[in-house]
Antibody, heavy 128, light 107 residues
């Protein structure tokens, strides 16, 4: 069973930077796409970024493009999110999540999609 | 970008009721849709993927249907432990947008 543990959340001033980490175990990390999802206090879920198994493809929500960088270290079974130029709108609990892979029989090919394992989240607060 | 709209935003129903939640995509997404349950103060949990495939371990009272732009999550007999917020999410292409959620309460 997969386990994901985030760390690195903190109180940071507007304009500051922070690096989140997600340590994983219980599955072959290098074989899975991974993601970051965030949730502002009292709000809904927001997908932030995805990264391919080998790190060769990365995707971001528009609101963080150019400020956030997702990365991974397959040797360390770890996922990261470097966050720069933070603003109050980035205040949220940040979750790392594993992307599940399944075979779509109707399309006759495999599909990456949906988050089957989640970490417990780490809180990032941006405030002066 | 494709927008995901859930309705209603909240509902209150009695134990044993059949409950239907709706998710609509602004453009077709085939069946690349997932549903999640998030209980208060807890981590989201995957219920359904590929619009209608039940994730392992999820009770059979949960079911999903739909394709293209219109999707539903049905709870066949609402239980007290089903009090939660429910989110749909598309994953056909980036951005993997979530709906705004539906909060389910017991009447």
């Amino acid at each position: 069973e997969g386990q994901l543990v985030e760390s690195g959340g903190d109180l940071v001033q507007p304009g500051g930077s922070l690096r989140l980490s997600c340590a994983t175990s219980g599955f072959t990390f290098s074989s899975y796409w991974m993601s970051w999802v965030r949730q502002a206090p009292g709000k809904g879920l927001e997908w932030v970024a995805n990264i391919k198994e080998d790190g060769s493809e990365k995707y971001y929500v528009d609101s963080v493009k150019g400020r956030f960088t997702i990365s991974r270290d397959n040797a360390e079974n770890s996922l990261y999110l470097q966050m720069n130029s933070l603003g109050a709108e980035d205040t949220a609990v940040y979750y790392c999540a594993r992307v599940t892979y399944y075979y779509d029989s109707s399309a006759s090919y495999g599909v990456w999609g949906a988050f089957d394992y989640w970490g417990q989240g780490t809180l990032v607060t941006v405030s002066s | 970008d494709i927008q995901m709209t859930q309705s209603p935003s909240s509902l209150s129903a009695s134990v044993g009721d059949r409950v239907t939640l709706t998710c609509r995509a602004s453009q077709g997404i085939s069946n690349y849709l997932a549903w999640y349950q998030q209980k208060p103060g807890k981590v989201p949990k995957l219920l359904i993927y590929a619009a209608s495939t039940l994730q392992s371990g999820v009770p059979s009272r949960f079911s999903g249907s739909g394709s293209g732009t219109d999707f539903t999550l049905t709870i066949s007999s609402l239980q007290p432990e089903d009090v939660a917020s429910y989110y749909c999410q598309k994953y056909n292409s980036a951005p993997w947008t979530f709906g705004q959620g539906t909060k389910v309460e017991i009447k």
